[in-house]
């Protein structure tokens, strides 16, 4: 389901540390996935994408895994910063559609 | 490259009063979606537009909901009547590839009181 109500699931983490943020997709139909970032006030920003046939996926300081057995998804933050605090949203592609679902929301408070 | 603008930013109306929100998309992007986030939740979406046409809009409460884009670039979204539980942010976004991640515009803000 996309809904957690008003209480997003909270991840606070020290400046510097790494950050693992999960998501678990429900439509096993899904063959592309997008994880967004959305800062206050602001519309959701791509952050990295990817395919079914692939189970990792780096860019600069994130990591995407994907693990269709369980349909989970996960980004992982390297040495996270005060400006990765936001909202993340996993979202999903199915293969016969076009239409982008959108997951629940994890929200990353960053400690200085 | 600009974004996709959105106007205006907030907006308070009472309930049933109608209000409308305006999107620009990306120059060149064929396919424009509006969005409904409501707070705590991830974006909703309600309508899908494939140059002018309507390609999805099987989520779009059409008693109260419409959408248009004539020209097959900006698009508007109106409410009439609002009810309370119109209270959220609509998001416009668009792509020139379906299969594609969007871009998204800031939003607009919407209470209903």
């Known amino acids: 389901g996309e809904s957690v109500g008003l209480h997003l699931p909270t991840l606070s983490v020290q400046e510097g540390d790494n950050s693992i943020i999960n998501c678990a997709y429900s439509?096993?139909?899904?063959?592309?996935f997008i994880w967004y970032k959305q800062e206050s006030g602001k519309g959701p920003q791509f952050i990295i994408d990817?395919?079914?046939?692939?189970d990792k996926r780096q860019g600069q300081r994130v990591t995407v895994l994907l693990n269709k057995t369980v349909k989970h998804l996960s980004l992982q933050i390297a040495a996270t910063q005060p400006g990765d605090s936001a909202v993340y949203f996993c979202?999903?592609?199915?293969?016969?559609?076009?239409?982008?679902?959108f997951g629940g929301g994890t929200r990353v408070l960053v400690k200085p | 490259e600009a974004g996709v603008a959105q106007s205006p930013r907030y907006k308070i109306i009472e309930k049933r009063q109608s209000v409308a929100f305006w999107c620009n998309p990306i120059?060149?992007?064929?396919?424009l979606y509006w969005y409904q986030q409501i707070l705590g939740q991830g974006p909703k979406l309600l309508i899908q537009?494939?140059?002018?046409?309507?390609?999805?809009d099987s989520q779009l409460p059409k008693d109260r909901f419409s959408a248009e884009r004539l020209k097959g670039v900006d698009s508007t979204l109106k409410i009439q009547p609002a009810k309370l539980e119109d209270s959220a942010v609509y998001l416009c976004?668009?792509?020139?590839?379906?299969?594609?991640?969007?871009?998204f515009g800031s939003g607009t803000r919407l209470t209903v009181v």
């Open positions: 976004a668009s792509t020139n590839r379906a299969d594609y991640g969007y871009t």
């Open positions: 439509n096993s139909a899904s063959d592309y």
């Open positions: 990817i395919r079914s046939n692939m």
């Open positions: 979202a999903e592609f199915p293969h016969t559609g076009n239409k982008l679902t």
């Open positions: 120059s060149g992007h064929a396919t």
């Open positions: 537009f494939q140059n002018n046409g309507v390609v999805d």
